[in-house]
């Protein structure tokens, strides 16, 4: 079975501080995501990589950077959190075409900005 | 025109009934189609996955496309508490270089026991 685990399931942060949510994959992917999800909006793409050290802006990248430095790991940083930042974050995983871009979820991580 | 369109629900029904959830899409490029279901306060689990037009089943779970009217449906027979969830549907473009995936915004579906 895929894999995608994400490392802290509920966080509270202040504004302003730095946050990093952390995203490990098992099965080799090349394809990762992360998205945030919010009542009545649906599931948003923050930022996704398709190999390491590449990244490309999703639909929502303002207030949010991502790191790739090995395959498997995927990191959300919010430089400065702020209170519209409090969501559900998700991270995914996929082969990409190769398997119909079905792409595989993580848990999800629960960030409280106050 | 929202690229996939789903109704949000919610969606009540008695256990044993049929659950009949759709979306539709503007897209004519999509081939790829799924579905998704997520527990409450967790992440989405693949639940079907379609490729371009027809009907796949798998148990009590039913995936239809068509392509023609740019509709896919999924269909749960004898629907039971477990059921309940939201259903996300989700479609892709063929091709290297089309990772993103189009989501509906899911649809939140309880079953009474």
Known sequence: DVKVTQSSRYLVKRTGEKVFLECVQDMDHENMFWYRQDPGLGLRLIYFSYDVKMKEKGDIPEGYSVSREKKERFSLILESASTNQTSMYLCASSFGFRSGNTIYFGEGSWLTVV | ?113
């Open chain 2, 1 to 113: 025109q929202k690229e996939v369109e789903q109704d949000p629900g919610p969606l009540s029904v008695p256990e044993g009934a049929i659950v009949s959830l759709n979306c539709t899409y503007s897209n004519s490029a999509f081939q790829y189609f799924m579905w998704y279901r997520q527990y409450s306060r967790k992440g989405p689990e693949l639940l079907m996955y379609t490729y371009s037009s027809g009907n796949k089943e798998d148990g009590r779970f039913t995936a239809q496309v068509d392509k023609s009217s740019k509709y896919i449906s999924l269909f749960i027979r004898d629907s039971q508490p477990s059921d309940s969830a939201t259903y996300l549907c989700a479609m892709s473009e063929p091709g290297d270089g089309n990772n993103r995936l189009a989501f509906g915004k899911g649809n939140q579906v309880v079953v009474i026991p």
